[in-house]
Structures are given as structure tokens and as C-alpha cells.
T-cell receptor, first 114, second 117 residues
Framework: DSGVTQTPKHLITATGQRVTLRCSPRSGDLSVYWYQQSLDQGLQFLIQYYNGEERAKGNILERFSAQQFPDLHSELNLSSLELGDSALYFC?????????????FGEGSWLTVV | AQKITQTQPGMFVQEKEAVTLDCTYDTSDPSYGLFWYKQPSSGEMIFLIYQGSYDQQNATEGRYSLNFQKARKSANLVISASQLGDSAMYFCAMRVYSGGGADGLTFGKGTHLIIQP
């Protein structure tokens, strides 16, 4: 158990809908990252937050947004969903924003868009 | 831009043998970190080992060691005495530290390792 908690574990929704994925980082970790894993794109970095502020942005679509709350949990919002958004979405956390040797991943949220 | 290359899409290895999973990377930044993760069929990503670009010694964690050859930009994962439970996808990843900040992890395409009894 990495200590990173993601909910829901599985989600099936229709095209055009909006979903929210939730992440609780490891105790003591201030930085949260979101990644997408799909068959065609592999593992891609989406976005990073540190102590409530956005720190780095990757290949995140405009239809997607994220935030980190004062209690350090984070949410990834996916809207106007398309079939191609079906993927495994990972949250990860680390103690710091830009150094350190451990980035731990949650178990992921499987999103299926039908 | 950073790039991670894993040239072995799949590997079959006999139980108890040592395994080397290849990883080469490309970056022009001097400060970076290299990570290896294991992804079993259940899907979770399990952190295995880390090597910093300025670390003088190769990282080791139990049966895992990282063969870091900086001049060749290579960071191979070595698993000693492989076990059936080592069967999984293995990903090499890199993170660049620059200007007081850091990028997200850049991943390779992975190697599917199957341990045979």
C-alpha cells in the first residue's frame, strides 16, 4: 500500500458527461501529480500541484482541470468526455515539489467512456 | 525535451535467474532523477528504485539495483534471483530538476517481464 488513495476505482460514463476523480496524498506529502495511462499514449503527465498551487503542467487537455484543496487532497475534473478519454488515471504524491527521490502512485481510477 | 527509451517490449526469464531491463534516457539538463516502477496486471504502479544524476553510487533496494552509466545515459534495472511474482510491466521514468522547479515524470513505453517456472 503506497498510502495514496484514489476514488473511485472504476467508473463508467457516457460521452459528453463530466466526472471527478479524487486523490488523497500520502501523509506528509505536499505535492500531488496526475497522470493518464492509455494504450495508445502510454503514461502521460497531466498536472502537478504543490501545497494548493499549480506547479507544473503537462499534456492536460483544456476539458480537464484539477485543484488541490487546503487539506491537500486533489480532484481531477474531466468534462465533455470522449471515447478517447477512456484510460487509467493515476494520482501520485511526494513530499516536495521539485526534489526528493520518491514519488508514490495510487492504485488508479479506471475510466471507461461509452 | 526529455525522452526515455526501453528497447525490450517483452522478456521471458527463468525463475531464479537475474534479469536486466534496459533503459536509456535523453536530456540536456545536468540535474535529473531516474525512477523504476513495476505495474502488475492489477494496474497499480509500484515504486521500486531511484537514482539521482549526482549520486556517486548505484542505487540498490533489496533485490533491485540500478546500473547507472551516466556517460552512456543508461539506467538499467537489475533484478536478482527473479521470482514468479516479478512478472509485470516495468517502466523507467525520468524527472528533470531545473531553475528551482521540476517537471513531471517522463515514462518509457515499458517492458513486459514474464518469469517462467
Amino acid at each position: 500500500d503506497s498510502g495514496v488513495t484514489q476514488t473511485p476505482k472504476h467508473l463508467i460514463t457516457a460521452t459528453g458527461q463530466r466526472v471527478t476523480l479524487r486523490c488523497s496524498p500520502r501523509s506528509g506529502d505536499l505535492s500531488v501529480y496526475w497522470y493518464q495511462q492509455s494504450l495508445d499514449q502510454g503514461l502521460q503527465f497531466l498536472i502537478q500541484y504543490y501545497n494548493g498551487e499549480e506547479r507544473a503542467k503537462g499534456n492536460i487537455l483544456e476539458r480537464f482541470s484539477a485543484q488541490q484543496f487546503p487539506d491537500l487532497h486533489s480532484e481531477l475534473n474531466l468534462s465533455s468526455l470522449e471515447l478517447g478519454d477512456s484510460a487509467l488515471y493515476f494520482c501520485a504524491s511526494s513530499q516536495t515539489a521539485n526534489s526528493g527521490n520518491t514519488i508514490y502512485f495510487g492504485e488508479g481510477s479506471w475510466l471507461t467512456v461509452v | 525535451a526529455q525522452k526515455i527509451t526501453q528497447t525490450q517490449p517483452g522478456m521471458f526469464v527463468q525463475e531464479k535467474e537475474a534479469v536486466t531491463l534496459d533503459c536509456t534516457y535523453d536530456t540536456s539538463d545536468p540535474s535529473y532523477g531516474l525512477f523504476w516502477y513495476k505495474q502488475p496486471s492489477s494496474g497499480e504502479m509500484i515504486f521500486l528504485i531511484y537514482q539521482g544524476s549526482y549520486d556517486q553510487q548505484n542505487a540498490t533496494e533489496g533485490r533491485y539495483s540500478l546500473n547507472f552509466q551516466k556517460a552512456r545515459k543508461s539506467a538499467n534495472l537489475v533484478i536478482s534471483a527473479s521470482q514468479l511474482g516479478d512478472s509485470a510491466m516495468y517502466f523507467c521514468a525520468m524527472r528533470v530538476y531545473s531553475g528551482g522547479g521540476a517537471d513531471g515524470l517522463t515514462f518509457g513505453k515499458g517492458t513486459h517481464l514474464i518469469i517462467q517456472p
